[in-house]
């Protein structure tokens, strides 16, 4: 009988042969061409504006099948502000301050630097969930990568030894990983709604520490997404309940009947660790973790 894996073998060259080869190719005015050029191995072509669709589905490819590959089933997701300083540096930075208006910002971030040691501490945990007997590990802690808020997510879960997911964003300035992403799992985006959409792929739990815009965009974005039943309920927790009710009026949107009070029930108010962990464990106290 016939070797199933010989019946079942490709029987056309790999493409990266033929990359290898085409890269041999004896000079000429036809192969110097750049429509000579294979194309996939023609960046100026893949970077047309009428690629884009492509580019999408690159973007969206890439980190699932990594992602597969390293047999991670579900996520835990950490947003939060890059500026948030760790506590040893928060009063380096109040004692930088030149100005008076510099000096109040910089003690208003020093006072949400507890919040650096808590997704820490939260990272810690989650990281820790055991791998289930397929191998699948749940429960993985993913950032964007950055630095403050995300690096300390990141960091906490390297603190155990365990594998952690950063997804980068090309920005005009210069950002890059944080120390503490496994290397295998550090992914770079162009598309903001692609990093988005796997921020949410995964999750099975999201912790939203203070911060801006992005911070505001990913966690409305979720928001919404259970809202209108696009996607599936998971623990939302909020951290820093004193920031957040500062800076939005939740109860003020129910009472204008703009959002159900009901959809207030979403957030999952926490100032440690502990407590978020304890909502996670209370969520899914009878839902088993998913398969690979």
Not at 74 to 102: H, K, L
Not at 187 to 196: D, E, N, P, S
Request: with cysteine; net charge negative.
């Amino acid at each position: 009988m016939a070797d199933p894996h010989t019946v079942s073998e490709s029987k056309f060259r790999h493409a990266r042969e033929e990359a290898r080869d085409a890269e041999r190719t004896i000079p000429s005015p036809q192969t110097q061409s750049k429509s000579y050029k294979l194309a996939f191995q023609d960046t100026e072509f893949l970077l047309r504006d009428d690629l884009r669709p492509v580019r999408f589905q690159l973007e969206l490819l890439k980190p699932e099948l990594l992602l597969d590959e390293a047999r991670i089933s579900s996520t835990f997701v950490f947003y939060g502000s890059a500026r948030i300083p760790e506590p040893e540096a928060a009063q380096a930075r109040i004692d930088a301050a030149r100005t008076d208006a510099e000096r109040l910002v910089a003690q208003r971030l020093a006072e949400k630097a507890k919040y650096y040691e808590e997704a820490r501490r939260l990272a810690r945990i989650a990281a820790q969930f055991p791998v289930n007997e397929e191998g699948c590990r749940n429960f993985v802690v993913c950032s964007g990568g950055g630095p403050s808020i995300m690096e300390a997510a990141n960091r906490g879960a390297a603190d155990v030894g365990a594998a952690t997911i950063g997804l980068n964003i090309v920005l005009p300035h210069e950002q890059a990983p944080n120390p503490y992403v496994t290397p295998e799992l550090s992914f770079q985006f162009h598309y903001f709604a692609l990093r988005k959409m796997h921020f949410t792929l995964r999750a099975r739990a999201l912790a939203v520490f203070p911060g801006g815009f992005g911070t505001f965009d990913e966690f409305f974005e979720l928001l919404t997404l259970i809202q209108t039943g696009k996607m599936k309920r998971i623990p939302i927790l909020v951290f820093g309940k004193h920031f957040w009710t500062r800076v939005v009026n939740f109860d003020a949107l129910a009472e204008e009947g703009v959002i159900s009070p009901r959809d207030l029930d979403l957030i999952d108010w926490c100032e440690t660790a502990e407590e978020a962990w304890a909502c996670v464990e209370r969520f899914y106290a009878d839902t088993e973790t998913p398969d690979c």
